[in-house]
């Protein structure tokens, strides 16, 4: 496919970030042509009028748990204790395989309408996931979740030798738009053998880890009392940030001041999804001071069941704003630097490192949104309305990899009234509903 | 007009909170009829399929500078003084009369679309605000601001004495929609003897007082060192407490011990702006406190060159995840209680307190969610659902007092054509930029 966006805004995301106006942006099969200077040889197969459309690279999710779209709003206004133990923890013992499918594929609409392409998902039965990927023609690195003290252990529908073999089956299946990693679920839930144990794993498959990491002061305390180490230097120790690819960790909320140099060294990328940590009343991790002292840091929206969407404009946005009332400092993380951490930044942290910006050569994994509702007028600052104004129903097109996937309200990859209507189903069933709670008579 | 919404989910807001599914709901004129029992008289002129689609009570804005949109974006990442001094000023010292009436239609536009139908404004040239209120159909609270030392001073504007007779011509007006509010700046710009003038005159018209408050700790020094008494309490003294309304004031973000007991005895509504506060790094105010000492307090926007937006659901959604992670509390500030800090609340604080609620009788100040984008499924509580995913575009139906003024995308009021052509013309203008520099060759 060559599609043309004729006399669009774009926002490269660029070393140099330019904002062109006026600008012709053409995609020639999966990637994208020098800007402004399209060859006489292109022809377009299609040709899109960029008027009142703003082009920017796609978003990326560095952290979540797609099949949990099933408990959103399944656990509200509660206390962390009780969202797990009474309301998580019953609904997913209820959990079917074919369930992550659909949970998995109502979190891609979802992401999908708010422009984000690529996610790094952890959680069971993930082989479901890595299916609805595939034919989704979205990216995603895909980490089958495992908790337990021994290896063989069968915990989550799989033991650890069975989440070693998907990810052998799957990493860079459909065309390298999978990646797969190792998922223990983190050191206080698996033990420091079974974290060896797959450490030497992702060794002989070359793939990295995704796992949570030193979310609570409870576990910073307990990994003391129990290996005379903070959670992220026991995870050093097992080899999980020696791999040929750095990690990915979720969370660090609680860190010591030994920490960061470690995460800095070994080049690990920390995913940081603050709507979760607000609404589940945990510490919001340091990331300027992450980010001063050299740590990666990328954005992403964690599971629905705590996080209640998916959606990467919301994340910058609360970011930026809770960032800077905490400094008291209104400069702090810029509209430019906050849009390299929901694309450039995850797009690394997953795997995907040649996407985040608009240059030639890159995966065309861009966006269009449509400025036209009155939130982005008068048209002062695009890239500011990105981060404070802009919502999902804003995005208009949506590509990944030179693929259409969305146009104005249709998927064009994904059956959405069977998603909706299986998700639903299966979700009310796991709660011990049935549908027709939604259908009584009125309770007047 | 009446109208029938059949088969619809209604979140009352009602005292016993009731949601009702399946629910018809009728507007027969001006108000709404008993919810499940409409007369067999009752013959609508039009009737709405509720599938799908999710009844409240519209939104209220508890303070806003509407014609700010005009300014949206144009200074961004900068600290307070540096806002101020170097962009707001400069621009609003271009700002002709007519640029209100335009800046405050796109702030019309943005709110119905996102189900606000009434706000409070604090700004000049207030008559063309509420020439545009009396044709747009919605409610305000009107307030022209002044500030000065002098009664007689001309500032923004009009003198003192005019901006009392705007208060006097437009009170009531639009059979009631709009009303209208004496509007000194605040304490820290408006003198004693002026403060207390205003006081004399709102007791000769029966209508209340709206200002800012006790904003910041400078402000609070400033205040004991010149009067001896924090700023609450310098207010206070000057009558615009005991006004025949309660007093309407912005924000609070610094307040010692006994200005709590002050605020809530004289029975004052302090409007809150989070986004505000966050972006522009000021200190939060500590509502839950106020709340715990019986003090009003009703969510705002606050003018879109501070805050970006004119969205309620983003307020609620902020105020809820701010509170809860300060308080490291995830039961603060649960559903219920913020969807009626951005309804009954803000719409009691600024004279329309019969609003707020789906109940027989009251004004039809109404708006139908549609529910089908997939952050709203699975359907376990959709009140939460309008908390924590809901966006501006999910607003398919905008009722206020019977009239519908939002309909899918289109406003039934409004010239949004003409809106989007004029306020950004006259905002380009403003800021010394043509509308040529949106039209400009690519920089590449």
Redo the contacts between chains.
Sequence with gaps: MRTLIQDAT?ITLDEQD??????DLAIDGETILP??EIPPSFIPDTIISGQDLLAMPAFFNAHTHAAM??????A?????ER?LNERIWVAESALEEEDVYWGAA??A??ML?GGIVGFADHYFWMDQVARLVESSGMKANLAWCHFGLAPAQELGGKSFEDTVAFVEHWNKAAGGRILTSMGPHSPYMDSPAVLHRFAEEAQRLGVGVHLHLSESDQQMRDSLDRYGRTPVAQVASTGLFDLPLPALVAHCNVLQEDDYAILAEKGVHVAHTP?T??????H?PPILEMLRRKVHVALGTDGPASN????MLEIMR?V???Q??L??????L??AQLLRLATQAPAAAIGFSQSGVLAPGRPADLILLDT????W??????S??IV??A????VAYVWCNGQLLYRQGEFLTLD?ER??FE??RR??RM?GKSMHS???????
């Design positions: 774009v330019r904002l062109l106006q006026h600008a800007l402004g779209t099933l408990e959103r709003g399944w509200e206004d509660l206390p962390f969202w109502l979190a609409a979802e309408r709507k940590y607000q609404k589940l009343a945990m919001m209640s969407d998916l959606n609360l930026g704003l809770y800077k009332g400094t008291a400092d209104a400069t702090a810029p509209v036209t509702a009155p939130h007028l008068p048209r002062h600052d695009l500011a309305g404070y104004t919502h999902p129903g804003d959405y998603i909706r998700a639903e979700a009310f709660v939604m259908r009584l008579t009125p309770n007047v």
